[in-house]
């Protein structure tokens, strides 16, 4: 059966210990499922009965590329203009619960495993017509353009519709739940499910320029952070800069899976934003 860990809030009692995992880096933030408490909560112009943690976002020394939310929307609650940002494109992935989602005029109904591709400058709109909250994860990220690329259109699926990709000569135990074809030029991003089965791992540090931001949906293991090891588990979140060493191995019991964003198929900028030049 697949799960999908998302926060419930609450507070902490006035006798827990204070010391916790959470770890800030030049290199790696890991923010355990402990700091997703009600304190740290947000709520967004244009939203109702909306609440969020929001665990990326563009800033010096952290996230480059994207943000990214852990929605909370109550009965009733939603919004006829959810994106404020010309030019984003986003993604959304459902954990918990229902939501009633149209784009550009064409009506879905999400639940757990959902996934939808938002592309920039689409009308879209969000509402849980349900009696219960709904939780899901918002990526976004500005789309970049390429010349003589199409734009990529709105897509709407779920993760048990997609067969996942295992990594070659791991008998199964490392596989990717891909929703877009790596070589689709018109994607900017990818976010994939990556799935670990008990004694899988990332045999070697992946060293490379895409920046990640990985929530640990099931189970647990222990992650590789630049020079770090550190336990991960359901709740967690991992943000990881551009060329961060990363590698993992997933003891069990169960299988280990992580929401994964990556920006790719673009070239590196080498004037404005981000880079040297001028």
């Keep these: ?11 902490p009692p006035q006798s827990a210990l204070m010391t916790q995992r959470a770890v800030f880096t030049p290199a790696y933030a890991f923010i355990p499922k402990g700091c997703f408490s009600d304190i740290v909560t ?6 109702t009965n909306t609440r969020l943690w929001l665990i990326a976002r563009p800033m010096s020394g ?3 590329t994207f943000s990214q939310y852990v929605m909370e929307v109550g009965p009733g609650g939603g919004s006829t203009a959810p ?10 992935f459902m954990t918990e619960g229902e939501i009633w989602l149209s784009i550009d005029g064409k009506e879905h109904d999400l639940g757990p495993g959902g996934y939808a591709y938002l592309p920039a400058g689409c009308v879209w709109q969000v509402r849980n017509a349900r ?14 353009a390429a010349p003589g690329v199409p734009a990529p259109e709105a897509f709407v699926t779920n993760e048990q519709n997609i067969a996942p990709n295992a990594m070659p000569e791991t008998q199964g135990k490392w ?9 689709d030029l018109r994607h900017d991003m990818h976010v994939n499910i990556v799935t670990f089965q008990p004694g899988g791992l990332i045999p070697f540090e992946e060293t490379h320029v895409m920046e990640h931001g990985l929530y640990v949906l099931e189970g647990k293991a222990v992650y590789k952070l630049n020079q770090d090891w550190v336990e991960v588990e359901a709740g967690d979140f991992m943000w990881l800069r551009a060329f961060c060493p990363q590698a993992c191995y997933a003891a069990g019991p169960g299988r280990f899976r992580y929401l994964l ?9 080498l004037r404005g934003t981000g880079a040297f030049g001028r």
């Excluded at 059966?1 to 507070?11: E, H, I, K, N, W």
């Excluded at 009696?131 to 970049?144: D, G, I, T």
């Design 175 to 183: 596989a990717t739940t891909r929703f877009v074809e790596p070589d």
């Design 62 to 64: 952290f996230s480059e």
């Design 83 to 92: 994106e404020p940002e010309s030019g984003a494109e986003g993604v959304i």
């Design 261 to 269: 964003y990556k920006d790719v198929n673009r070239h590196a900028k």
């Design 131 to 144: 009696s219960a909250p709904a939780r899901f994860h918002w990526v976004r990220k500005l789309y970049e």
């Design 1 to 11: 059966m697949t799960t999908y860990y998302a926060p419930p809030g609450g507070l």
């Design 42 to 47: 947000s709520a967004l112009p244009g939203w």
